[in-house]
């Protein structure tokens, strides 16, 4: 948070502009008005003595201003994506095993009556004082309209089974606890806070499991290269070998030298043998760009869709991203937008000198360019497929099968969430060039009519 604030000055405008388009930004922008009543944006020090006063007074209350105040990212959902929870007792369970130690910040959508259209839903995590092992997930569910003299509700939901009562605890409803599963199915707002911590802990089961199922190997006999050095192959559960070289701390730099040539071959049968993983994204996307020039795309439309996809992903990270800062910044949007240019031999600091002023003119209501004229070009792109041809001659890449495809409802295309960032990129697009959005997309749909090839289709979920 210390570049967030030691920048605030200098452009204060479109920082507000841009806490104003999320509800967690609009919190933000009324405890500033709380904590200094002469500048839209108060000081970092002001701030923070802020947050210890609260906390000081009042500790679940303080850790709420703190959380409002200094979170760095959040997501949206649709309140249709919430699922019903038919077993409470087996999901605390796993929210005992599984704790969601992160602090998380969500804004729901289309909320039914009597909630507000939109509420946030914060999410903390402590682990229990008084018993051998155990969470309390403390759940603040927010409106825009009488904050911060008054939230919705404050609910705290005990996951521990040493100690498990009581299971909830609603503070702002009639300030009594309870296990009683039954009075839980009366109130809806205990419902939408079960209802955020399902769907929270499906996510990260869903991400513990592809990181396990990665790290799940089956190892062939060492196979001896030098006096301190042995390879072996890894079997990846996705039935692929991968080299790995066990290093004694005895090898030097010359035995190392020296045994390059056989680490070579080895690479290279590995790779003769299965063929390069098309499935990692430095391949996956590039191998694309290829299959769309072979079928008839030019390299200029290919270069627009690439920025285009680009500014849709970047206009997600302006919603994903609070503060911006090189290295503290988390946003699966701002990764998509790095991969796309990655992926065409972008530099490091020109990709992020790139993203990050896009970012700032986003932030202003500005589009950062347009399809035509983005960080992509048709030269670009056509030097980049031409590596690519030069790499499959020499066998640096060697196509055995073409990336995995997964069938993907039809919905996804048309959620919420990819409506909202499209819609933006086009609003955005159109502000600088009236015709613009339209010109891309008659230019697309005439190759796709005349080529029979749609390419390949960036999610931005």
């Known amino acids: 948070m210390i570049a967030f604030f030691g920048c605030i000055f200098m452009n204060q405008k479109p920082l507000i502009q841009h806490l104003e388009k999320s509800l967690l930004g609009r919190l933000r922008l009324k405890l500033f008005s709380e904590i200094s009543k002469n500048t839209p944006i108060p000081s970092k020090e002001k701030v923070e003595s ?23 990212d959040f ?62 997930y403390s759940v603040y569910i927010l409106g825009e309209e009488r904050f911060p003299e008054a939230i919705i509700d404050y609910i705290e939901v005990r996951a521990c089974q040493t100690a498990p009562d009581p299971i909830i605890c609603s503070y702002t409803i ?3 606890s309870t296990s009683d599963l039954r009075r839980i199915t009366d109130s809806l707002t205990i419902q939408v806070a079960i209802k955020v911590l399902y769907l929270l802990l499906d996510k990260h089961l ?32 996705s039935g692929r070998m991968e080299l790995a070289i066990i290093i004694k701390e005895e090898a030097s730099a010359e035995e190392l030298r020296s045994a390059w040539a056989k680490i070579d071959l080895l690479r290279t049968r590995l790779r003769e043998n299965q063929g390069t993983n098309l499935n990692q994204i430095q391949y996956s996307l590039l191998y694309n760009y290829h299959q769309m020039h072979k079928n008839g795309w030019s390299y200029n439309l290919i270069a627009m869709d690439i920025n285009y996809d680009c500014l849709v992903n970047l206009c997600k990270a302006s919603d994903e991203i609070i503060s911006i800062d090189v290295e503290t910044i988390s946003s699966s949007g701002f990764t998509n937008a790095h991969q796309l240019l990655t992926s065409v031999r972008m530099k490091e600091k020109d990709i992020l000198d790139c ?107």
């Not at 087996?90 to 009597?114: Q, S, V």
């Not at 509420?119 to 229990?128: A, F, H, P, Y």
């Not at 495809?405 to 086009?426: E, G, H, I, V």
């Open 75 to 136: 997501t949206w959902e649709p309140y249709s994506n919430l699922k019903s929870v038919e077993e409470v007792k087996k999901l605390l369970i796993a929210l005992e095993r599984f704790p969601l130690k992160n602090d998380f910040f969500i804004e729901l959508e289309h909320c039914p009556n009597p909630l507000p259209e939109s509420i946030g839903i914060l999410i903390k995590c402590s682990e229990l004082a008084k018993a051998e092992h155990g969470f309390v």
């Open 355 to 461: 993203l990050l002023n896009g970012l700032e003119d986003i932030r202003s209501g500005n589009p950062p360019w347009l399809p035509k004229s983005g960080p992509v070009d048709g030269q670009r792109v056509r030097a980049a497929i031409r590596q690519w041809e030069r790499e499959e001659v020499s066998q640096k890449v060697i196509v055995r099968k073409p990336p995995e495809t997964k069938m993907a409802p039809l919905r996804t295309l048309t959620s919420p969430s990819t409506n909202r960032y499209q819609q933006m990129a086009k609003e955005l697009l159109n502000q600088k060039s009236p015709r613009a959005y339209e010109e891309y997309q008659e230019a697309l749909a005439q190759t796709i009519i005349k080529t029979g090839y749609i390419g390949y289709i960036h999610s931005n979920d």
């Open 174 to 176: 009639d300030g009594t």
């Open 50 to 72: 802020f947050v210890l006063e609260k906390i000081k007074l009042s500790t679940p209350i303080g850790k709420l201003y703190a959380s409002i105040l200094f979170l760095s």
């Open 206 to 237: 869903k991400k513990e499991e592809q990181r396990r199922q990665s790290e799940i190997v089956k190892a062939t006999e060492l196979m001896p290269i030098s006096r301190n050095l042995s390879a072996r192959f890894l079997k990846q559960t």
